[in-house]
């Protein structure tokens, strides 16, 4: 059916729904979820690497190093870890025997990502944060190829 | 047994016309590749179905409306349904199967 004549039938005669998915929210599978949480990870691993320490004994500026050296590392931690967790679900979850034909790599590449999740915990690497974008990004490329567009790759800092 | 595709015919045009055909809009991707979850379909009425319909049926439990693929059909009448990607399907495998008084009818084209 003509796409307008379709368009326009929706809009004044809506019809009803019918589920084709689990009744609870189904995966919506998108990789920038992954990468949002990776560049999150790279982001909190400079901002570490980058934090000067107080020069003198002062207490309160002590406390206050402490407090927010905590929370980038506690933020490191979170967002590598919600990393790891988005890119289990494509990989279980979106992502087919078939789509082995195409990305032979596949399972390859989401080991190396998800062990760079882990690399970026234990670590405070530069190094380790800037592979796991990397993963993340030859994982978007192989997502959007598999649903046939093209997404390009843009980071939120970048 | 060969399945006919779900084309849009002048023939479905006018059975849906002349009130032959139901129109719904399908959400979800349990049945891709079949669905991409946005097309409209047409389907029957219809109360007997057979192996492999893709057929709308109203969920046992819950006050909503299934688009699945019949997998089987019992003897009393009853129909085990299955979506297309068994990962992300909830149907006859967690709430069995569908009995006929649930069934609405078969879908018959997509309109897109």
Redesign the interface.
């Known amino acids: 059916m003509n796409n307008s004549a379709l368009s326009f039938l929706k809009k004044i005669k809506p019809a009803p729904v019918v589920h084709a998915h689990c009744d609870g929210p189904c995966g919506v599978y998108d990789p920038a979820q992954a990468r949002v949480a990776a560049e999150a990870v790279l982001s909190m691993t400079k901002k570490i690497l980058d934090l000067e320490r107080p020069s003198g004994n002062d207490k309160q500026q002590w406390v206050a190093y402490q407090n927010t050296l905590s929370r980038y590392i506690h933020i490191k931690e979170e967002e590598a870890q919600k990393t790891k967790k988005h890119l289990l679900v494509l990989w279980t979850d979106f992502f087919k025997p078939e789509h082995l034909e195409k990305f032979p790599n596949l399972h390859d590449v989401f080991w190396k990502a998800a062990k760079a999740c882990s690399s970026c915990k234990v670590e405070v690497s530069l190094e380790h944060a800037e592979e796991l974008l990397e993963h993340v990004q030859k994982i978007h490329n192989m997502f959007w190829e598999a649903k046939g567009k093209k997404v390009a790759w843009v980071l939120a800092n970048g | 047994m060969t399945r006919e595709p779900l084309q849009?015919t002048t023939k479905e045009l006018l059975l849906w016309i002349v009130g032959k055909r139901k129109?719904?809009?399908?959400?979800?991707?349990?049945?891709e590749p079949l669905?991409q979850?946005s097309e409209?379909?047409l389907v029957k009425t219809a109360k007997k179905v057979s192996t492999g319909d893709i057929v709308?049926v109203r969920?046992p439990f819950?006050s909503?409306?299934?688009?699945?693929e019949v997998g089987s059909v019992l003897d009393n009448g009853s129909i085990i349904v299955l979506?297309k990607r068994s990962?992300?399907?909830?149907d006859s495998r967690s709430f069995g199967p569908v009995t006929t008084e649930r069934i609405i009818g078969r879908v018959t084209s997509v309109?897109?």
């Not at chain 2, 129109?23 to 049945?31: D, L, N, P």
């Not at chain 2, 909503?64 to 699945?68: D, E, G, H, Q």
């Not at chain 2, 990962?87 to 909830?90: A, C, F, K, L, R």
């Open positions: 849009f129109r719904y809009h399908v959400q979800g991707s349990s049945m669905f979850g409209e379909v709308v969920h819950k909503l409306l299934l688009v699945k979506g990962e992300m399907s909830t309109l897109g």
